[in-house]
């Protein structure tokens, strides 16, 4: 079977997160997300966000979290703002407009959002026979690997704060995005009204941990949960892994151990001229190929192809917590020699 690099979800589960499961297999839990596994995972997740005025309710998937939220916030009439780049404008299927509510999108520079593409989306929206934007939606990391910097992320959070606009960051790669930024848990207290912590793309069978800031967000979104389907019966699977990825800090390590190594792929790329989509600094990278390329490669490694360019096609790679130093050497040897034969 090719190697893939395609995604940081192609393996079932980080050993130790499994392990964790595996002993607790002979417990009994409490269904829904009331068990103690749960509350011990939400306890160590307050003590890095720095604060316990905070609720936190796990689910099993990014889609899910981002429309369970988005459709709990808004009003009927309220639109969400989001890079035009970004993942409930592209890659869900609807899943947001279904809730009933449009996505309206700005270019965005880099996969973010500016300030200024949030005053030009308010002037764009101004009466009652069009959309009231409501909330804005980011993502850290971005769909192109990107990530906000602390400025870049208070300058949008004043911003919102400023027009009663709802900031809400998918954290789907968040481990990533935590590794490769000046950002940390314990700043999103003060920059947004509600994120999540992704687990399914680090290493988790699947989990994502929806934390809410915003007093006014708090009551019955357990009910929201489940009328939208997302509360899971076994609620603990969830639990128990954030609690392990939490207990000694793996969740962190690990986002820094698939940086290190898209870092890697990429020096060693720009070492053989290899022009690339996105500035990423996370786990996902974006290097153009020919297309004569592009097919070779293909024919032994398992990866994305992004976007057809100019000078041929952006790829994707993604590393993850099974990726090793090795396999990487390898594929850039594999690079160097297919590159060779079209020289
Ligand atoms: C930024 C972002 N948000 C949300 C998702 C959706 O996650 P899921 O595939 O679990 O629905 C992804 C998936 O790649 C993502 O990259």
């Known amino acids: 079977m090719k190697y893939s690099f395609r995604n940081d979800y192609s393996e079932l589960a980080h050993p130790e997160l499994l392990e964790a499961l595996l002993q607790a297999s002979n417990e009994q839990h409490k269904g829904y997300g009331m068990d103690q596994r749960s509350d011990n995972a939400k306890k160590l997740i307050k003590q890095k966000l720095e604060t316990d005025n905070c609720d936190i309710h796990f689910v099993t998937g990014g889609t899910q979290a981002n429309a369970t939220v988005i459709s709990y916030i808004l009003r009927p009439y309220e639109a969400v703002l989001a890079c035009s780049t970004a993942h409930i404008n592209v890659y869900e299927t609807g899943a947001i407009e279904a809730t009933g509510h449009k996505v309206v999108t700005e270019e965005g520079a880099d996969g973010k959002l500016r300030p200024s593409d949030i005053e030009h989306a308010l002037k764009a929206h101004y009466d009652e026979h069009m959309v009231k934007i409501g909330m804005v939606y980011i993502s850290q990391s971005t769909e192109l690997g990107t990530v906000y910097s602390y400025n870049e992320l208070k300058a949008i959070s004043d911003c919102c704060k400023e027009h009663n606009l709802y ?27 509600c994120f999540y912590i992704g687990g399914t793309k680090i290493g988790m069978l699947s989990g994502e941990a929806i934390v809410l800031f915003n007093d006014r967000l708090k009551p019955y979104f357990r009910h929201h949960i489940k009328n939208k389907g997302a509360l899971l019966a076994k609620g603990y699977v969830v639990g128990i892994q954030f609690e392990k990825a939490f207990q000694d800090d793996l969740y962190l390590r690990l986002g820094y151990q698939i940086n290190d190594l898209a870092r890697y792929l990429t020096n060693e790329l720009i070492a053989l001229e290899v022009p690339f989509f996105s500035e990423s600094s996370t786990n996902q990278i974006f290097p153009i190929f020919s297309k004569a390329v592009v097919e070779e490669l293909s024919k032994l490694y398992d990866f994305e192809v992004w976007e057809e360019v100019e000078d041929g096609f952006a790829i994707r790679f993604v590393t993850s917590w099974y990726t090793t130093k090795e396999v990487c050497a390898e594929l850039i040897e594999d690079i160097k020699s297919i590159m060779a034969q079209f020289d």
């Open 167 to 193: 900031l809400f960051i998918d954290g789907a790669r968040l481990a990533s995005g935590l590794a490769a930024s000046d950002v940390e848990l314990n700043m999103f207290k003060d920059l947004c009204d």
